[in-house]
């Protein structure tokens, strides 16, 4: 099983980012996906999780109404949509996966992350 993330970077205030997520060696198209994100010194912040019939449920208050997720089967990827970022959205990004239709809370499977920061 492996997730590899991209799409991170350096974005201003305000600005946007879609990061992106492609899974392998697992059943893609019948397995959620969960997006987490931890920022320095700070414990790992769950934000949402995209079932496999593209239904999304976020997790995190702090992202609602800001961040989507999406996923196209065909490609194997989901993605997190950014809009509206703020300094505080600083974090190294993760999807993860049990491989399976349901959002656990301790994914056994990620991917190595994707830095994304916000200057003010």
């Known amino acids: 099983v492996q997730l590899v993330e991209s799409g991170g970077g350096l974005v201003q205030q305000g600005e946007s980012l879609r990061l992106s997520c492609v899974g392998s060696?697992?059943?893609?198209?019948?397995?959620?996906i969960r997006w987490f994100r931890q920022a320095p010194g700070k414990e790992r912040e769950g934000l949402s999780c995209i079932y496999i019939d593209e239904v999304s449920q976020f997790t995190a208050d702090s992202v609602k109404g800001r961040f989507t997720t999406s996923r196209d089967n065909a490609k194997n990827t989901a993605y997190l949509q950014m809009n509206n970022l703020q300094p505080d959205d600083t974090a190294i990004y993760y999807c993860?996966?049990?491989?399976?239709?349901?959002?656990?809370?301790?994914?056994?499977?990620w991917g190595q992350g994707t830095q994304v920061t916000v200057a003010s």
């Open positions: 993860a996966t049990d491989g399976w239709a349901h959002c656990g809370q301790s994914p056994k499977y």
């Open positions: 060696g697992f059943s893609f198209t019948y397995s959620a």
